[in-house]
C-alpha cells in the first residue's frame, strides 16, 4: 500500500464533528465511511484509480487542521494527488467562508439559534455532482429505503474498492464505468427500466463534460445543462446545484422539506408558500442556499 501524508487548513470557522454527525445521519451516505471521533475514512475513484483517505482533525474550530493519509494500491502522481485533495476539499467545503453567511443569520432572530447549534458546519456534499445526480434520477417516486439499496448495489456492482486495515471501502463508480457496463446487467441492478435509462443518460453526460464549467460557470447555463439531460428536471437540477456542487445562490423554494422546515421555524408550524420561503431567504443573498441547507439540517 503506498501512502501520502500532509495537511489541510479548513477556512475558519470549522468544525469537523459537525462534518462527521452530518455524515452519520445522512441516509443516502450511510456506512459508506468509517466514522470516529474526530477521524473519518473513506474511498474515492479518480481518475480510474481507487484512493482511501483518512482525516484527523487537530487544531481548534477558530485554528483547524485535518491531517491526511491517502493510500493507494499503485503509486499516486503528483497529478492524482492534487485532484485527491481538491475532491476532499470541495467534498466538505473546506474553503467555503461561513462569516459573511454568519453575519446575515445573526441578525435574524429566528435563524440565529440555528447558527449556534450548527457552528462551523460546513455544507457536506456528496462525493462528487454525478453521485448525486444518479441520486436524483434514483430517489425519484422512489422510497428512501428501496433508493439507499440500490445506490449500494450500484457501488458493489459497478465501483472500485480497497482494503485499510482489513476493512473494505467502496468507491462510488466514475461515469465512464457505468457508460461502460453491460445494459442488462445495470438494468438488473437497478430494476427498474426508465431509472435505469436516467442512470445511463447522467453518465454519459457527466462523462463529458468538464467538472470546472459545473462549478464556475453562470448558475443559469449550468441548470440549462442539467436539465437538457433525460430524467434531471427543475427540482433535480436545483439539487445537484446546491448538494452536489456548492451553488448556494439560489434556493429550492417549492422542495417540500425546505417548505417544511420553514414552516416548522419561521410560521409556528403553519404551511409556509413558496413565496414566503423567497422572501425569508432574499437577505441571504448568495448565501440563500446555506441558510436552506442550515435550516434542512436543524429540523
Given at each position: 500500500m503506498h501512502t501520502v501524508?500532509?495537511?489541510l487548513t479548513?477556512t475558519a470557522p470549522?468544525?469537523?464533528?459537525?462534518?462527521?454527525?452530518f455524515?452519520?445521519?445522512?441516509?443516502?451516505?450511510q456506512?459508506e465511511?468509517?466514522?470516529a471521533?474526530?477521524?473519518?475514512i473513506?474511498?474515492?475513484s479518480i481518475?480510474?484509480?481507487?484512493?482511501a483517505?483518512?482525516l484527523?482533525?487537530?487544531g481548534t474550530?477558530?485554528?483547524?487542521?485535518?491531517?491526511?493519509?491517502?493510500?493507494?494500491e499503485?503509486p499516486l502522481?503528483?497529478?492524482?494527488?492534487?485532484?485527491?485533495?481538491d475532491?476532499?476539499?470541495?467534498?466538505?467545503g473546506?474553503?467555503?467562508?461561513?462569516?459573511?453567511?454568519y453575519a446575515?443569520g445573526?441578525a435574524?432572530?429566528?435563524?440565529?439559534?440555528?447558527?449556534?447549534?450548527?457552528y462551523?458546519?460546513h455544507?457536506?456534499?456528496?462525493t462528487?455532482?454525478?453521485?448525486?445526480a444518479?441520486w436524483?434520477?434514483l430517489?425519484?417516486?422512489n422510497?428512501?429505503?428501496?433508493?439507499?439499496?440500490?445506490k449500494?448495489?450500484l457501488?458493489?456492482t459497478f465501483?472500485?474498492?480497497?482494503k485499510?486495515d482489513g476493512?473494505?471501502?467502496r468507491?462510488?463508480?466514475e461515469?465512464?464505468?457505468?457508460?461502460?457496463?453491460?445494459a442488462?446487467?445495470?438494468?438488473?441492478?437497478?430494476?427498474h427500466?426508465?431509472?435505469?435509462?436516467?442512470v445511463?443518460?447522467v453518465?454519459?453526460?457527466?462523462?463529458?463534460?468538464n467538472?470546472?464549467?459545473?462549478?464556475t460557470?453562470?448558475?443559469?447555463d449550468?441548470?440549462?445543462?442539467l436539465?437538457?439531460?433525460?430524467?434531471?428536471?427543475?427540482?433535480?437540477?436545483n439539487?445537484v446545484l446546491?448538494r452536489?456542487?456548492?451553488?448556494m445562490?439560489q434556493v429550492?423554494v417549492t422542495?417540500k422539506?425546505m417548505?417544511?422546515?420553514?414552516s416548522?421555524?419561521y410560521?409556528?408550524g403553519?404551511?409556509?408558500?413558496?413565496?414566503?420561503?423567497?422572501?425569508?431567504?432574499e437577505?441571504?443573498?448568495?448565501?440563500?442556499?446555506?441558510?436552506?441547507?442550515y435550516l434542512?439540517?436543524?429540523a
Amino acid at each position: 500500500m503506498h501512502t501520502v501524508t500532509g495537511t489541510l487548513t479548513p477556512t475558519a470557522p470549522f468544525d469537523f464533528s459537525q462534518s462527521l454527525n452530518f455524515l452519520g445521519f445522512f441516509p443516502p451516505m450511510q456506512n459508506e465511511q468509517r466514522l470516529a471521533p474526530l477521524m473519518l475514512i473513506k474511498a474515492l475513484s479518480i481518475q480510474g484509480q481507487t484512493i482511501a483517505f483518512q482525516l484527523t482533525a487537530s487544531g481548534t474550530i477558530d485554528e483547524p487542521q485535518l491531517a491526511y493519509t491517502l493510500l493507494s494500491e499503485e503509486p499516486l502522481t503528483e497529478d492524482l494527488r492534487m485532484a485527491t485533495i481538491d475532491r476532499i476539499t470541495f467534498f466538505l467545503g473546506l474553503e467555503d467562508d461561513l462569516r459573511p453567511f454568519y453575519a446575515i443569520g445573526r441578525a435574524d432572530a429566528v435563524f440565529a439559534p440555528v447558527i449556534e447549534q450548527l457552528y462551523g458546519y460546513h455544507q457536506v456534499k456528496f462525493t462528487t455532482p454525478f453521485e448525486i445526480a444518479c441520486w436524483a434520477v434514483l430517489s425519484q417516486r422512489n422510497p428512501m429505503s428501496n433508493s439507499i439499496k440500490v445506490k449500494h448495489l450500484l457501488t458493489e456492482t459497478f465501483g472500485s474498492s480497497i482494503k485499510v486495515d482489513g476493512t473494505v471501502y467502496r468507491a462510488f463508480p466514475e461515469p465512464a464505468q457505468i457508460v461502460a457496463a453491460d445494459a442488462e446487467k445495470l438494468l438488473s441492478v437497478i430494476r427498474h427500466e426508465r431509472r435505469t435509462e436516467y442512470v445511463r443518460a447522467v453518465a454519459a453526460a457527466f462523462d463529458n463534460v468538464n467538472e470546472h464549467f459545473l462549478r464556475t460557470a453562470p448558475y443559469e447555463d449550468v441548470d440549462a445543462w442539467l436539465q437538457s439531460i433525460k430524467g434531471i428536471g427543475e427540482w433535480s437540477a436545483n439539487f445537484v446545484l446546491l448538494r452536489g456542487l456548492g451553488r448556494m445562490d439560489q434556493v429550492p423554494v417549492t422542495e417540500k422539506m425546505m417548505v417544511e422546515a420553514v414552516s416548522k421555524l419561521y410560521n409556528a408550524g403553519q404551511a409556509a408558500s413558496a413565496e414566503d420561503v423567497r422572501r425569508i431567504a432574499e437577505p441571504y443573498g448568495l448565501y440563500q442556499g446555506y441558510w436552506a441547507h442550515y435550516l434542512r439540517v436543524a429540523a
